[in-house]
């Protein structure tokens, strides 16, 4: 990340005489001395067309390349790309002109080369002579390397003033439209080459710098999808929440990696999480305590929640570890598997409620090489399993957490290149289908989202989280007798702070 002092504001008066009579040619070329019948011209066409999409949207998909690249040009929007994102960038564009969001005769689509910019307005009125064009500037954007770019603006009716700017993904198109109400300028980055969507809002008046929001795991990331297949999208796919006088308690469940690392974390605060999901329980693994530990953590729980239970390894230390928090007091807790043998890892934690037993798991990975395949497959798996039906003879049994297993190539990005990894092998695969699906527990995610591909956990390298290049490793099994009363099973891939992210489950009681 650069720092302040690389950021410059930039004005007109500083640049070289070559660079304005350069700038005056290429305005002229953009606007030129008929742009405005020209423009109406292309929204009466344009609305013509996506009207058709409106009336038949899989007409996109039918679309050959070059038909694409040809709408797309019509409506100013860069067409670079395979096919695919040439059909998001179309569907992307034509839903909001269907909705009424974009309107051409107020935003002007221009080209960036640059690698990711954001514009901090210092002044409400603007001129079109004050926009600043073919700049090479120093450009940065939080948690990407930094290196110079070259920017190209085109104006719009009031244009820039003075401005700072931020590098923006290579390949961009950015439209630019005045918000009067806000006293400020609204910039939506539409990435031609992830196809990423970056909503970025800049207030003029308090000089509020641009909050980038993205949200990766929106857009379809598989390396062999199904037809079918759509990405994950909780704003649109979780129903409404419940009324009040609807009996049901809400679970969830994180993988944190290091609970202290965590809550050390810039930012992160479990206090804004509890207040946005309102749950009553949370269950965590890999929280990486010592026993040590535990009597501090449990100081700096939130109100309400006063009733936690953890279970640490004791046999390597700052490794595995589970817990459950609770604002309800279960009737009864228990450690482990009751076998010495796979209880010295901290791996599981159950705690009783009156409708159901609730398990957080940790379940082993393989690990590096596979070496401990065969006893997560033979013994571990096999003997959770039978404890889970012992306790199924009572009353139903939920469990949740990273159960280190995806089980379905829609489960995983690239299926065909972990084959051999821990946590996609056929062995592995075949036991999480064995000894919890066939008897009788239900994924909860997979029955209520069957086509849908949403990840839980991507690896730091190669921008796995960025690009959505994931896998499902966190689940909510649960016991068919209560199945039915689930009412909602999520994914929360906006929450940071791990390698995982947190999964939750509405049961209704």
Known sequence: MGSKDSKRLLSNSSLPVSLEDKKEKKLKGLVGTNSTSEKENGVKSSSVVFERFKEDPARIETMTVQELRATLRSVGVPAKGCKRDLVNALKCFAEKKIDGKTSLTVEEQASFSAENISVKCKDKDFSKEDCVEDVNTDLEVPGLPQH????????????????????????????????????????????????????????????????????????????????????????????????????????????????????????????????????????????????????????????????????????????????????????????????????????????????????????PNSGDGLRRLSYRVTQWDPTLSNYMKELEKSKPVILTGDLNCAHEEIDIYNPAGNKRSAGFTDEERQSFGTNFLSRGFVDTFRRQHPGVVGYTYWGYRHGGRKNNRGWRLDYFLVSESIADRVYDSYILSDVGGSDHCPVGLVLKL
């Open 148 to 363: 110079k770019g070259r920017v190209k603006k085109s104006a719009t009716e009031g244009s820039i003033n003075k401005f700072n700017t931020k590098r923006v993904t290579k390949k961009q198109n950015l439209s630019i439209r005045c918000d009067e109400g806000s006293g400020g300028m609204v910039l939506e980055a539409k990435r031609t080459v992830s196809s990423k969507i970056i909503h970025e809002v800049v207030n003029a008046d308090k000089g509020v710098m641009p909050v980038i929001q993205t949200e990766p795991w929106t857009v379809l990331a598989h390396k062999k999808p199904q037809k079918g297949w759509i990405p994950y999208n909780p704003k649109t796919m979780r129903p409404p929440p419940l009324t009040r006088d609807t009996r049901y308690m809400k679970l969830m469940s994180w993988n944190v990696n290091g609970l202290r690392a965590l809550l050390k974390l810039e930012g992160f605060s479990a206090l804004q999480l509890s207040q946005r999901e309102d749950f009553d329980v949370l269950c965590l693994q890999e929280t990486k305590l010592q026993e040590k530990d535990v009597e501090n953590i449990k100081q700096c729980l939130i109100d309400g929640y006063e009733n936690s239970f953890w279970s640490c390894s004791v046999s390597k230390l700052g490794y595995s570890g589970t817990a459950i928090i609770s604002r309800v007091k279960p009737l009864s807790v228990r450690y482990g598997l009751g076998i010495s043998d796979h209880d010295s890892e901290g791996r599981l934690v159950m705690a009783e409620f009156d409708s159901f037993y609730l398990l957080s798991g940790y379940v």
